[in-house]
């Protein structure tokens, strides 16, 4: 499978805390800019990796610190992202994935609005009690070649 | 994230340089939260040192935003990068804050940044 080219990948176990955001978002766009994305796919794919995270790190752990992986590969078909952890899980996935939804009057509950807007394809896994997995792609788009004529 | 102030009448006009994410938006709630307590009734934010925004950083914005304007009160954005512009719209912030290619065009209140790039 890793046979060169344009195949990487890395997994990354860190504590869910917001002062992690900021790796997070950096070490998947350097991966992803291992590829040939324009800057403003860079810029996108940053804000979706960002809004994953933070859901671990707002909602997951409401006891006590807990830990969340990030993974994120690449390939000819572009990059993949998966963040997961072994918090309370989202009881009503439907309804978390709702834009504006948020019981909290500081929050624009627009996580996942943004996570599907910047991503070609979002999966939400979750179960109560046992965690939630976030699996989101970004294809890489190659630039139409001109046609003669 | 880095903040700065400026005081001009009741306005108060902060520049935030770098990146407001979950880690940063309780320091600009409190900064915000200062200056509306200590009487600025108008607040201009600079964004042109902007790096990074997300739905954390939005919802705090709004957060203030409301507390502003339940005071007569209105809170300017000037001179968002083209990415950050692009989040704010998205989310409809510039209906409710508009947007000024400078801070003296803010501070005059006139002029707005339209709909074109």
Known sequence: MMSGGTSNFFVLRMPAKAENLGIARLAVAALAGQLDFTLHDLEEIKIAVNEAVTNVVVHAYPAGPGLLTLEAEIGEQGLTVTVSDEGIGIADIGQARQAAYSSDPERMGMGFTFMETFMDDLQVVSTPGEGTTVIMRKHLVKAPVPSPS | ?117
């Open chain 2, 1 to 117: 994230m880095q903040i700065f102030e400026e005081r001009a009448g009741g306005t108060c006009i902060m520049r935030l340089v770098g990146e407001l994410d979950e880690h940063t938006a309780a320091d600009f709630r409190l900064r915000a939260d200062g200056a509306i307590d200590s009487g600025c009734r108008h607040l201009i934010l600079v964004l042109k040192d902007l790096r990074f925004v997300d739905s954390s950083g939005l919802g705090v914005l709004m957060g203030r935003y409301r507390r502003i304007v339940e005071h007569g009160g209105q809170v300017s954005l000037v001179a968002p990068p083209p990415h950050i512009r692009a989040l704010l719209e998205m989310a409809g912030i510039p209906r409710l804050m508009p947007l000024y290619r400078s801070q003296r065009q803010a501070l005059m209140g006139g002029v707005r940044q339209g709909g074109g790039r």
